[in-house]
């Protein structure tokens, strides 16, 4: 089955894989970080290669895998503009459209749930002829919709997006819901139309009416989920700071976690470190934001004897955390640990970064680069 839908019973939610089936690329809506292993799992069942990572809004129910996903696959996250969500690669307006091999999916504007909700429609040529497919999120669900009384919610914004879009595709789009809470798994825009028990025949100001009466209980995960999701499936306490923490390490401070590393970056907490030689910074690309400061050099990768007081001037400044960045992992950690020596709370940034690769299969400048999917990338 072309999409593949897959389910959380704890929060009721529908996560969906696509698939293009001659270069195997895939993309995948709405993921749930309790389910990263399955996700995983089944791409590499059907030999898969994620793409992307998308969100059909910011979740109060449940946390996106979103960075996490990332780290594993090297995809690429992206997400409506309007949610806000500060570690995306690609902020989604209406109208856009997320490649995947040779099939494509266009956002579609369906703001009421929340302000930034997106739909996501899905025009796929088959042997038996064209299917369309939407993917809804809590916009329209099967016989219902989301609810509008928190998280920038507005019913009059929700009908209009459910009336005037999502009703305006063909009547044989199939509807993919973001939630269902009594085993349905589909539905069609032209049922829908028919037979939606809040907007079938309803006017305006019926539905607005109806909403607002609604009376519904607080999602019970709002807190916890709202703001981890607005950092892509990273948790933040009370006071802002990232719940995933880095694990210790022996003589530097400890090892970061990629999306954790971004997440401070964004903050401000923390100053990323590159240490790769000046040349591949050259050949590669250069990160966004980030301190030159190469822990060997050529010819023959000998020691930098400028590392040392690279560091001493960074401690010189504000005296936040150094974040080390290399290609493998391995010279960041060595660069932690001498930075650690000289009195920085120094920190490995795990997993290491490497170019995309280019038309001809080489990694360098032409291919831009990324961070294991995140979003320090330079095209």
Not at 57 to 62: G, K, P, R, V
Not at 147 to 160: K, P
Request: hydrophobic share 40%; charged share 25%.
């Amino acid at each position: 089955m072309n999409p593949i839908q897959l389910f959380d019973p704890d929060s009721c939610t529908y996560t969906y894989v696509l698939f293009d089936e001659a270069s195997r690329e895939a993309l995948i809506i709405d993921p749930v970080d309790v389910q990263l292993e399955r996700d995983l799992t089944v791409l590499r069942e059907h030999d898969l290669r994620l793409r992307w990572v998308l969100e059909t809004h910011a979740h109060a129910d449940h946390i996106t895998s979103a960075l996490w996903l990332a780290e594993h696959t090297g995809a690429l996250t992206a997400a409506p503009a309007a949610c806000g969500i500060v570690t995306v690669h690609r902020p989604l307006q209406h109208g856009d459209e997320v490649t995947f091999g040779s099939q494509r999916v266009r956002a579609l504007a369906t703001p009421g749930h929340t302000a930034g909700s997106m739909s996501y429609f899905w025009e796929r040529a088959t042997s038996q002829g064209v299917q369309r497919h939407v993917f809804t999120g809590d916009t329209l669900l099967i016989d219902g919709c989301g609810r509008t009384d928190f998280q920038s919610g507005d019913a009059a914004a929700l009908y209009r997006s459910i009336t005037e879009v999502l009703f305006a595709l063909p009547d044989d789009t199939v509807v993919w819901p973001g939630h269902d809470y009594r085993g349905r798994t589909h539905s069609t825009i032209g049922h829908e139309k028919a037979h939606n028990a809040r907007v079938a025949g309803r006017t305006l100001d019926e539905f607005v009416a109806l909403m607002n009466g609604l009376n519904l209980s607080r999602p019970r995960r709002m807190d916890e989920a709202v703001p981890a999701n607005l950092h892509g499936g990273i948790r933040h306490d009370a006071d802002g700071a990232a719940l995933d923490a880095p694990q210790p390490a022996d003589g530097y401070a400890g090892d970061v976690p990629p999306a954790v590393a971004w997440d401070w970056v964004q903050q401000g907490r923390a100053v990323l470190v590159d240490v790769r030689t000046d040349a591949e910074r050259e050949w590669v690309g250069y990160v966004p934001g980030a301190v030159p400061l190469a822990w060997k050099q050529w010819p023959g990768m000998q020691p930098n004897p400028g590392f040392d007081d690279g560091v001493r001037s960074l401690l010189r400044g504000d005296g936040r955390p150094l974040l080390m960045l290399c290609r493998s992992g391995a010279r960041s950690i060595a660069a932690a640990r001498r930075a650690t020596e000289l009195g920085a709370t120094a920190y490995n940034v795990l997993e290491g970064f490497e170019g995309d690769l280019d038309e001809h299969g080489q990694r360098g400048r032409r291919g831009g680069w990324r961070y294991r999917g995140l979003p320090w990338r330079q095209n």
